[in-house]
């Protein structure tokens, strides 16, 4: 049974810091590309950080130079850094592997305040 859980998000300041989690299960992680993905309230889903099974990642230019993206194959887990926050930052966020798109966690939400 494929498990994707999301964990770490909450409300932060302007220029803050977060670092979520994405705990999978009932994939083969190892091999996956996995991204992170966002829903801002009334916007479609997007996806900001892309990284590869051998770690190189690419990124949206929204997020760019203040987010990174990681991943541990050993704990079958992917991470995202995310440093000097912006109130348009805020969103639910979401991983998945970007190639094979797996049903949906729950989310983790971010929220920026000003």
């Known amino acids: 049974q494929v498990q994707l859980v999301e964990s770490g998000g909450g409300l932060v300041q302007a220029g803050g810091s977060l670092r979520l989690s994405c705990a999978t299960s009932g994939i083969t992680f190892s091999i996956e590309v996995m991204g992170w993905y966002r829903q801002a309230p009334g916007k479609q889903r997007e996806l900001v950080a892309v990284i590869t099974s051998g770690g190189s990642a690419n990124y949206a230019d929204s997020v760019k130079g203040r987010f990174t993206i990681s991943r541990d194959n050993a704990k079958n887990t992917v991470y995202l850094q995310m440093n000097s926050l912006k109130p348009e930052d805020t969103a639910v966020y979401y991983c998945?592997?970007?190639?094979?798109?797996?049903?949906w966690g729950q989310g983790t939400l971010v929220t920026v305040s000003s």
């Open positions: 998945n592997a970007v190639y094979s798109l797996k049903v």
